[in-house]
């Protein structure tokens, strides 16, 4: 049972030891579930968060066509 409730609800945890003592068995299933549940939305939210802050294929390309523009301008100036 202690397995269900690591880092994420620790400052949870004596009211869960509490709730443990006084709640059914159904009801435990019921309330894990739901724990189970909003630990997976909140993963979800931070991996989309990371996905939006991260550049794309074609962001990344047209950097490098940038610099690569850049750099044959900066050699002809040179000459």
């Not at 009801?27 to 979800?44: G, M, Q, T, Y």
Request: glycine content about 2%.
């Amino acid at each position: 049972m202690q397995d269900l409730y690591r880092k994420s609800t620790r400052k949870y945890r004596s009211l869960l030891e509490l709730q443990d003592k006084a709640l059914s068995v159904k009801e435990k299933k019921r309330r894990d579930r739901a724990i189970k549940r909003n630990n997976r939305l909140e993963k979800e939210k931070t991996s989309l968060e990371v996905e939006a802050t991260s550049p794309t294929n074609s962001d990344i390309a047209r950097k490098q066509i940038l610099t690569r523009s850049a750099r044959k301008t900066l050699a002809l100036g040179k000459r």
